[in-house]
């Protein structure tokens, strides 16, 4: 009889599903990750007020986290590949129809309603239920991979985006995310697949004593189901302490840098471009950092690496108003290596503490919830550096908020209980 491992080709196929998947993450994030260039030629052009377009980014990061946990049980029950390929054309639509606006209003329907919806079934969800379907090992190394798409998407975007906007107008850049989100879908039908078994693979790294992980059997509806995970992880203190690191992850990164560090660097009188630039090097050390996340949660205890990484982020917060200006001096580039690295690190470690407290079967809709958290803190940050902004004619207060939050966050990890051993992944015991 034919065994898999003799008709396994020489590159796994998990590896281009992994790519495909980080495409369409990539997607996800452009758009989020271009929305503060766009603000001043928006506020511009239509006079809206920073609090109003702040409000539209808040509902698009709220429904975004907010879909992710229904995604992730959705994406374990159908065929992924229709699922994404749905959620990229409504990222499509929200991002060209923004082209032809008006009122305020149809920009919170847009970017909250279309892209937010879009984006949240792409969420990071989608790359855990890969990584937990695909990759028996390495499964770390793979999130830190995928966790590195919004760093990809501002990389790969965010000059674009600004150069656009400079040269054509906002429009030609919000048409640029919507023509690259259509031309991924034809990837969803090659070489992306469903499952490892759709196409008679095992995942990669399978043997009998690393088992894979099949989706549950279809026996509750969805939503019934998704919210009875809630329910039950709620009971957790490790949830609550998860979801409120994963909160105030999202209010530092998502909530603040990524919407407001343009119009921050623009008030120091620094040209957009310039700014531009530099979160896009924020980028390549997230890139840098996320992947050495997945590596390091591979083999150091998850908690320790977050209470590293929110205390240090914390301290870096309180110093980008002092080091921010008309040019950028040699301190602003510790700051952008630095921040860089560990802008999105957490989310390794988050993952692999989801497995661990809820076990396996439980860990992506788990992971769902508290990236719901993290998104829904991202908006409110983003509201809240976006009130202040407006109240005071500076950003320091939304600096400083963010790192005291994130010094409590880093306190908060050490009051995770003991992972049960009936719930602890073997895979995953670190020396």
């Known amino acids: 009889m034919t065994t898999v491992q003799r008709n396994r080709p020489r590159l796994h196929r998990a590896w281009l599903v992994a790519a495909v998947t980080l495409l369409a993450l990539v997607a996800a994030a452009a758009f989020r990750s271009t929305t503060g260039a766009l603000f001043e030629p928006i506020e511009t052009e239509f006079g809206w007020s920073r609090a109003q377009l702040s409000g539209a980014v ?64 792409m969420a990071l969800v989608f790359g855990a239920s ?10 770390g190394l793979v999130m830190g991979i995928f966790s590195a798409a919004n760093a990809c998407g501002q990389l790969a975007f965010l000059p674009a985006i600004v150069h656009l906007t400079e040269h054509h107008g906002w429009r030609a850049a919000s048409l640029l995310v919507a023509v690259f989100a259509v031309a991924i879908i034809p990837l969803l039908f ?40 809630l329910r039950e992880a709620m ?29 921050a660097a623009h008030d120091h009188g620094m040209p957009a471009g310039t700014a531009a630039e530099l979160l896009a090097l924020i980028g390549i050390f997230d890139v840098i ?19 590293a990484y929110y205390g240090f982020r914390g301290v870096s917060l309180l110093t980008v108003h002092s080091l921010l200006g008309p040019s950028v001096q040699p301190s602003l580039w510790i700051f952008i290596v630095f921040y860089g690295l560990d802008w999105v690190a957490t989310v390794p470690p988050t993952v692999a503490l989801c497995r661990q407290y809820f076990g396996p079967q439980r860990a992506t809709t788990v992971f769902g919830w508290v990236f719901a ?42 009051l995770l209980p003991a992972a049960r051993p009936e719930t602890a992944d073997p895979r995953e015991r670190k020396v």
């Open 190 to 229: 090659w070489p992306f697949a469903n499952s490892p078994t759709e196409v008679g693979l095992a995942p990669y790294g399978a043997d009998a004593a690393v088992p894979a992980v099949e989706p549950p059997p279809v026996t509750r509806n969805a939503v019934a189901e998704t919210l009875d995970v």
């Open 289 to 307: 950092g996320t992947v050495a996340s997945g590596w390091l949660t591979d083999r150091v205890r998850p908690w320790i690496l977050l209470v």
């Open 235 to 263: 009971r957790s203190r490790a949830f609550w302490i998860l979801a409120l690191t994963f909160a105030v992850c999202g209010w530092s990164t998502n909530g603040l840098i990524q919407t407001h560090f343009l119009p």
């Open 58 to 121: 808040t509902l698009n990061l709220v429904v975004y986290g907010l879909v992710a946990p229904f995604a992730a049980v959705l994406l374990e029950r159908l065929r992924p590949r229709v699922v994404i390929a749905l959620a990229l054309a409504f990222v499509a639509a929200g991002s060209g129809l923004t082209a032809v606006m008006t009122e305020v209003w149809q920009l919170w329907v847009l970017w909250g309603g279309f892209v937010g919806a879009g984006t949240g079934v």
């Open 130 to 139: 890969v990584a937990n379907r695909w990759f028996a090992r390495h499964r």
């Open 373 to 414: 958290a993290h998104m829904i803190g991202a908006g409110a940050g983003a509201m809240a550096a976006g009130l202040a902004r407006e109240s005071s004619g500076s950003y320091l207060a939304a600096w400083i908020t963010a790192a005291t939050l994130c010094f409590v966050a880093a306190a908060s990890l050490f």
